[in-house]
């Protein structure tokens, strides 16, 4: 069984549950065993991950880390993305795979150009979860669950300067993990997200801040259930600086679901000033229709067109032949 070095940068519910299903993985008799160093600014965070068994061990400083390590998994909080590149760049040993799962792939590929020294390699992912999750978002460490990824979808957008085995491995490790890997786009990816992710996040803390500020509040708080919960939790489980920096660096797309959002809530509220039930019922019939779609096409990831599934050699192929005797050479190595 082969050792493979791995960092978890950023152990919430993300980066536990990377550990989680590689620890899996060599536990199930798999060719490959996954030794997992962690680091997270909580420090809760790396004793409940390693109390949890997704990690082996934790290390207080990111560069210390990373170092002599084969792959490098980046599920840091947002707003910590940027910082990390800066502090671990020189401390990535040659032939190192970084996997970042942040949550826009555009600004982490500028970071990474600018900061990761030559011969290291960056593919960006995007965990899309397993469905069985989908209505459970709290992103906290003890979340985190082996079967997070399983039956889910893994987006990959390797860094321009990336070896073909290096995506490759990337391809191979989702599949590991329990997710389907596909090729996506950096920026179509980042302006969709600005729709699921980030217009989401804004309207809770909108809802939450109208809300609060209304002079009923003192007993509408007392009256709060999970409706109500569901939509802020953001304020619960993510930095304000997180949310700031996920609005403001993607703010033209944003700003543009933001007025869309705008338009439809207009319609909404003259259907219900007006008293419209036929028209209001029609709506929402439709839409129930069209979200339960949604919602079995989303369990199956059946959808209507698959355009981006990648076709690589299998895991063995890489990770146990070319990918360890190659890529991750060291510089010393060549040298010699």
Not at 221 to 232: H, I
Not at 253 to 263: D, Q, S, T, W
Request: hydrophobic content about 40%.
């Amino acid at each position: 069984m082969a050792d493979i070095q791995v960092a978890i940068l950023g152990l919430g519910r993300l980066g536990a549950s990377m550990g989680l299903a590689l620890k899996r993985h060599t536990k199930n008799g798999g060719a490959h065993n996954f030794i997992i160093t962690g680091y997270d600014a909580v420090a809760k965070n790396s004793k409940t991950a390693k109390d949890i068994g997704a990690i082996d061990q934790h290390k207080g400083r990111p560069a210390e880390t990373v170092r002599d390590k084969n792959i490098v998994v980046i599920a840091m909080p947002y707003g910590e993305v940027e910082a990390i590149y800066s502090l671990i760049g020189k401390s990535l040993t040659r032939g190192t795979v970084v996997i970042d799962l942040s949550a826009l792939k555009q600004n982490a590929m500028q970071s990474a150009q600018k900061h990761m020294p030559e011969g290291t390699h960056l593919v960006c992912g995007a965990a899309i979860y397993n469905a069985a999750y989908l209505f459970n978002s709290i992103d906290h460490t003890d979340k985190a669950t082996a079967d997070l990824f399983d039956k889910g979808v893994m987006m990959l957008m390797p860094g321009v300067r990336c070896a073909e085995q290096a995506i490759t491995l990337a391809n191979d490790l989702s599949a590991i993990i329990g997710a389907t890997p596909h090729f996506f786009d950096p920026a179509e990816h980042d302006a969709l997200v600005s729709a699921v992710e980030a217009l989401p996040s804004l309207l809770g803390v909108t809802l939450f801040a109208m809300l609060q500020g209304n002079n009923g509040w003192d007993d509408m708080r007392r009256l709060t259930n999970p409706a109500f919960g569901m939509v802020t939790h953001f304020l619960f489980d993510r930095h304000p600086d997180d949310l700031s920096r996920l609005w403001l660096d993607n703010r033209e797309e944003l700003v543009r679901h933001i007025n869309g959002f705008i338009k439809s809530l207009t319609t909404m509220r003259d259907l219900v000033q007006d008293n419209d039930r036929d028209s209001l019922s029609a709506l929402l019939e439709s839409k129930a229709s069209s979200y339960e779609q949604w919602i079995n096409q989303r369990h199956k990831q059946n959808w209507d067109e698959d355009k981006t599934r990648v076709t690589t050699p299998s895991f063995g192929d890489t990770m146990g032949g070319a990918m360890f005797g190659g890529l991750f050479r060291r510089k010393d190595d060549d040298d010699k």
